[in-house]
Every structure is written in structure tokens, then in C-alpha cells.
């Protein structure tokens, strides 16, 4: 029993940090995606305040995608360490 909730304990702090670096990437995603349908609905297709909300959502979404490959290399890295510690 005592060695079941320690492999499990062990088991969730493999997947903590990748699970926290891609729940943030989702939600800068998300933030990307309402940013720009406001600015779609508020800003002439064109205008320059269009043109500027895209280039900072796009800036967004870059960071999104350089957060999610981060959480991708700590999950390979950590979740390997951890689970050869459990075999």
C-alpha cells in the first residue's frame, strides 16, 4: 500500500511541470484567439490597429508555441528521470 501511493506521489510529480508549462500555452493561445476575434469585430479589416493587434497576436501565439515545446522537453526529460526511479 505504502509503495503504491509513493510510485502514484512520484507518478504526478513526473507529469506537474509539463502539465502547468501546457495548461499556460493553451490559455496565452486562447488569450491570442479573443484578442484578435475582438479586434476582427471592433477594428476595419486594414486599419492599422487591426495590423497592430494581429502582430502582437501573433507574438502570442509564438510565445504559446515556444512554451508548449519547453513543457514537451521537461516532460521528456523529467518523465523519463522520474518513472526510471519507479522501475
Same mark, same amino acid.
Given at each position: 500500500?505504502q @509503495?503504491?501511493?509513493?510510485?502514484?506521489?512520484?507518478?504526478? /510529480?513526473?507529469?506537474?511541470?509539463?502539465?502547468?508549462?501546457?495548461?499556460?500555452?493553451? @490559455?496565452?493561445?486562447?488569450? /491570442?484567439?479573443v484578442?484578435?476575434?475582438? /479586434?476582427?469585430?471592433?477594428?476595419?479589416?486594414? &486599419? &492599422?490597429?487591426?495590423?497592430? @493587434?494581429?502582430? /502582437?497576436?501573433?507574438?502570442?501565439? &509564438?510565445?504559446?508555441?515556444?512554451?508548449?515545446?519547453?513543457?514537451?522537453?521537461?516532460?521528456?526529460?523529467f518523465?523519463?528521470?522520474?518513472?526510471?526511479?519507479?522501475?
Amino acid at each position: 500500500q505504502q @509503495v503504491s501511493m509513493t510510485n502514484a506521489a512520484l507518478t504526478f /510529480a513526473a507529469i506537474l511541470p509539463h502539465l502547468i508549462l501546457e495548461a499556460l500555452a493553451y @490559455v496565452i493561445a486562447g488569450l /491570442a484567439g479573443v484578442f484578435i476575434s475582438i /479586434a476582427i469585430l471592433k477594428y476595419a479589416i486594414g &486599419s &492599422s490597429e487591426l495590423h497592430r @493587434v494581429s502582430v /502582437a497576436c501573433l507574438t502570442l501565439l &509564438s510565445v504559446a508555441l515556444a512554451v508548449l515545446l519547453l513543457a514537451t522537453a521537461t516532460e521528456i526529460y523529467f518523465g523519463q528521470e522520474i518513472f526510471h526511479a519507479l522501475i
